[in-house]
C-alpha cells in the first residue's frame, strides 16, 4: 500500500535532509524511496529563495490583486480626466453674439 504525506510532511523530511540527517536513514524511517526524499529536498532548496522575496513586486502579485490596482488606476483617471474637463470649460472664455 502506498502511503501519502501532507506538504507538512514532506516539508519536515526536506528539511532534515538539509541539517545533514542521511538520506537513507529517512528513507527507511519514512518507508519512502531516497530519490522521493531528493526530490522534495530540491523543491525546498529551489522554493526557498522565494520565501525572502520582496511581495511588493508586480511579479508577486496575484492576478486578483493587479486588477484591482488597475481598476484603481483608472477610476483616479476617470476623475481626473472630468476635472480638467469641468476646469476647461470653467476657464474657456465664453462665445459672444453681436446679433
Known amino acids: 500500500m502506498r502511503k501519502t504525506y501532507t506538504p507538512k510532511q514532506k516539508a ?11 538520506v537513507t536513514k529517512l528513507a527507511s524511517l519514512h518507508q519512502v524511496h531516497p530519490n522521493q526524499i531528493n526530490s522534495w529536498k530540491k523543491i525546498v532548496e529551489e522554493e526557498l529563495e522565494s520565501l525572502f522575496s520582496d511581495k511588493r513586486r508586480k511579479e508577486n502579485f496575484s492576478k486578483d490583486r ?8 483608472i477610476g ?6 472630468s476635472w480638467l474637463k469641468k476646469k476647461f470649460n470653467v476657464d474657456l472664455p465664453r462665445e459672444v453674439n453681436f446679433d
Open 66 to 73: 493587479i486588477i484591482d490596482e488597475l481598476y484603481k488606476t
Open 76 to 81: 483616479q483617471r476617470e476623475v481626473e480626466i
Open 12 to 22: 519536515s523530511i526536506a528539511l532534515a535532509t538539509l541539517r545533514g540527517e542521511p
